[in-house]
């Protein structure tokens, strides 16, 4: 680890395809306490639960998509994500840019 993050609580880094098992775990985790505070939440099916990691790995394999994890910088334990959109819009005064489609934190 570099030494420029030493002294850091946490780390946001990309993610890579070894952490999908830790994206898909806290997702789940998500998606139920959701519905435990709200049981009127529209909940996913079975299909979807069963292709998270698919879709995890296609996000980070997307050259247009980006996945960022966020870690303790002690335990490496994996606690929040951000998953983002690279837009190019002609139209727009600044080309580039990531739209933030889903972020939380464990």
């Known amino acids: 680890m570099s030494s420029n993050f030493e002294n850091t609580l946490f780390v946001v880094r990309k993610a890579e395809s070894n952490d999908i098992s830790d994206l898909v775990r806290m997702r789940l985790a998500l998606q139920q306490h959701m519905e435990k505070v709200n049981g009127r939440i529209l909940k996913h099916s079975e299909a979807w639960e069963l292709g998270l990691n698919a879709f995890y790995s296609r996000q980070i394999d997307n050259r247009h998509s980006i996945v960022l994890v966020a870690s ?35």
């Not at 303790?72 to 998953?83: H, K, P, S, Y």
Request: aromatic share 6%.
């Open 72 to 106: 303790d910088n002690r335990t490496e334990q994996i606690i929040g994500m951000a998953l983002g959109t690279l837009i190019d819009d002609p139209d727009m005064k600044i080309r580039r840019y990531v739209k933030i489609n889903d972020v939380w934190v464990n």
